[in-house]
């Protein structure tokens, strides 16, 4: 295979992969009835009058299945911190205990359940259509290859290539969003 279609190649697979780290990103931030240092990565706290991650300010971690504690680095953190999470609108309900914030998160209702699985599947096809979009750029570029006096062998190869990798990434997103629906409707 000549260095172009193998540079395509290479950039499209490099495009799905960001799809399936962007798609694992987004699915961890959706909980699924455990306590997860991730539930708070969305939060930002206003930090001397600039918004900043809640990671930067607080240790976050997970005491239990059930609950969170964030542990701020400055005393004088804690009142900001407790009005970030509370704004998030995750839905938890932080307590304020002088030293640290303890969050309980409550158990999931089988209506909730259902709301985080659709959630997860359109995260999920969102990932696809990036999939789906690198895959056109590819076979775009071939064309344009094609154009250029590339081979009709060479060309049809090169698509068949593009989709066997495509092929593999709709997979591997499938796998993700079966795993994360189990895992969401698992009490």
């Known amino acids: ?3 172009e279609l193998q540079f395509i190649l290479d950039s499209t697979k490099e495009a799905m992969q960001s799809a399936i780290e962007h798609l694992d990103k987004q699915l ?3 909980r699924a009835g455990k306590a997860s240092p991730m539930m708070l990565s969305g939060v930002m706290v206003d ?3 600039a918004k900043t991650p809640l990671a930067q300010v607080a240790n ?4 239990d299945g059930r609950t969170i504690t964030v542990q701020p680095w400055e005393k004088s953190m804690m009142q900001p911190i407790e009005k970030a999470i509370i704004d998030s609108n995750l839905g938890l309900n932080p307590q304020n205990n002088g030293e640290q914030i303890m969050i309980n998160v409550p158990m999931l ?10 959630q997860a599947k359109a995260e999920g096809e969102h990932a696809k259509v990036g999939i789906r979009n690198a895959r056109k750029e590819a076979n775009d570029e071939i064309k344009k290859l094609k ?3 590339l081979s009709e062998d060479l ?4 698509e068949a290539d593009v989709q066997k990798v ?5 997979a591997k997103v499938d796998h993700f969003i079966e795993s994360k629906e189990k895992d969401i409707m698992t009490v």
């Open 166 to 170: 495509t092929d593999g990434f709709i």
């Open 47 to 49: 930090y001397y009058g």
């Open 147 to 149: 154009i250029d006096g």
């Open 155 to 158: 060309a049809k190869t090169a």
């Open 28 to 30: 961890q931030k959706i």
């Open 109 to 118: 209702t089988e209506e909730r359940r259902r709301d985080l699985s659709k």
């Open 60 to 63: 976050v971690n997970t005491l």
């Open 1 to 3: 295979m000549n260095e």
